[in-house]
């Protein structure tokens, strides 16, 4: 998003804000019908979804200046921005994407203060002397593009290293190939995802998109996977699985097949990649031919995450077991049918993920969504230990450098406590703290405080809820008060420390995050229960909870607000569409809004295992509940919403969320805002730049206070209607 720029003060002349603050004209309707199964839809913004035409981009455009300037010209925004920057900027750096090599070298991102974007760095050793490994500011500056850095995969010797850049968000990965001096290899190679290196480390795995562009539907259709030997060309090298690969395999023509070398096992793995949790595998002999695969896990396995030693296969699976449990197998009859139970389901925990060491494995899990906790099960024991964390966790993560080593990191956090990443010693059941940058103190944190509550839905099942706000709010009815959520493909929104949410909270609001379902806080179950026909409840769980925190105190209808991006954008636009009443505010970022139409798009056909098809009667009345733009009525008084999008995005095409603002607009009858923000040079979120996101998030919240008639955040001048 732009940045804040000097002009938007008070001495703005009348003319440039006559010039920039025209509200931009209601779009006129054009009806096209549709008919799915005998239930024919009126669409009267379809004409939208061609974003080649200079009309659309034109009215996207003039949307996108106009929420600019109404969204800059609230008075507290700057203020806003600026305490989320102070905020992210107090860490000496911001450190992510961390790999450590067999002979202990990390490579990883990071941002320092004062940097828009992360570059790579190496070490060798935790200790070791940090140099610049890679600066993508750098890569091709000429083209005025900003390529960011979306993976880092260094070969098993780490001699060589795969970094993936795309650029301005488009997630149209270029592959840079360096040597561990730092040296770059002449090819580049295009549309190149899933690196996977062959024992050798001179050549890897790779799978290429078919398109650069994005609105290609047959984009990820029919993909194949390849193999590249460093110092050769991308043209010369050679298809591995490919179409003629599919039928044989009962592959669908939507799922992206990934193959990966596991050195643990000496064999190839391809992995059917889909949005479809339960993974769909199949193995062969690393000198094998591409058809002699054989499979040993299928759907209905239910498995959704595997990991190999050099013995054993272990799967995490929920099958006969909704709050999931670990079986294992041998490497040589690496079937699921053949595994045993070496982890049992727990009644109240739910199993998350887990990680071998030579030691043992290591498993972590979560009660209620909200509460973590990690076991260790110690080769040749049959009873796993519960490790005492350093502090109460909200969320854990573990990071293990392979089943060879003893390394184990454990990284927990929660809503009032920032991210620490621990290094555990199962001999002394010891932590050690290892940061990888210094240590920062938020002394703000002693002033807020985490509920967790359960609300009961509209159906009687009781929902988890997280609240978090400062200590000494009063509970009158008077707080304004955020709902953030997301709530699909089993994802779980864990507790999670941020600056930018820190710096909202300074201003007396209150942060609402309902775990409703669609996500996996409760498990298998819970995800299945917000999925398809059921998805209604995603959004009813977050109607019940705004319900609570009226009838508790902590705000009104009048103060509420709602937000989430890309599949939570179905929740804020179904929320704001049943019940409008309830909000005063919406932003939904980058959402999917026109359900019914998903499939027409590039990223549509993979994601119809999470939300269904058109072409199934059953599930086309799914995505037409769960459709926002075909929920919009004529006539309704709408909460004040900020819709976003991203011209680059790979995800949500733009045209999903742009015909949801043209609607809304047309439909609204109310005096409340309806902005419609295009990122032109942002894919999926929409931002690229620490500015960027800075930016955006102060919009929304700015925008949510000042709707909210929080004295703070009032417009500097008034906006011109027409």
Known sequence: MKRIFCALTFFISLVSISQVAVKPEILPQKIVTNTYHGITLEDPYQYLENLDDPMVVAWMKDNANYASFVLNNISGKKELFDNMKELIERRSASISSVNITDDDTYYYLKRIPGEEISKMYKRNGYEGEETLFFDPTKYKAEEGKIYTISSITPNL????????????????????????????????????????WHLSGDSFFYFRLNSADLKDVNRQIFTSNYVHKVGTDQSSDKKYFSKENYESLSMMESEL???????????NILFAGSVDKNAKVYINDSNGSNKSWRPILSRDNKVTDISLNSKHVYYLTYDDAPNFKIVKTSIDKPEFSNSITVIEESDTEIITSFSLTKDGLYYATVENGVEAKVYFLADGESNAEELQLPFTAGSAYISAKGSEFSDVWITIAGWTSPNKRFLYNPITKTFTHKPLSTPVEYPELNNLIAKEVMVESHDGVMVPVSIIHNKDIELNGQNPAVLYSYGAYGISTSPFFSPIVLAYTMYNGVLVVPHIRGGGE??????????????????????????????????????????????????????????????????????????VRGETTPNGPINAPEFGTVKDPEEFKGLLAMDSYHSLIPGTDYPATLITAGMNDPRVIAWQPS??????????????????????EGGHGGRTTLTQTIDEFSNIFSFFYWQSGHPDFKLIKPILKD
Do not use: C
């Open 157 to 196: 010797k780490g001699d060589k290293i795969a970094v993936s850049v795309s650029p301005n968000g488009s997630e149209n990965p270029e592959l840079l190939l360096f040597k561990s001096n730092g040296e770059q290899y002449k090819e580049i190679l295009q549309l190149a995802e899933g690196v996977s």
């Open 257 to 267: 097949p990934f193959v990966i070398y596991s050195k643990e096992a000496n064999k």
């Open 522 to 595: 409760l498990g298998d179950a819970w995800h299945k229960a917000g999925q398809k026909l059921n998805k209604p409840n995603t959004w009813k769980d977050a109607i019940a909870t705004a319900e609570y925190l009226i009838e508790n105190g902590y705000s009104n209808p009048k103060k509420i607000s709602i937000f989430g991006g890309s599949a939570g954008g179905i929740l804020v636009g179904r929320a704001i569409t049943e019940r409008p009443d309830l909000f005063v505010a919406a932003a939904p970022m980058v959402g999917a809004m026109n359900t």
């Open 659 to 680: 015909k949801f603002a043209a609607k809304m607009q047309h439909d609204n009858k109310g005096d409340s805002p309806i902005l419609f923000y295009t990122n032109f």
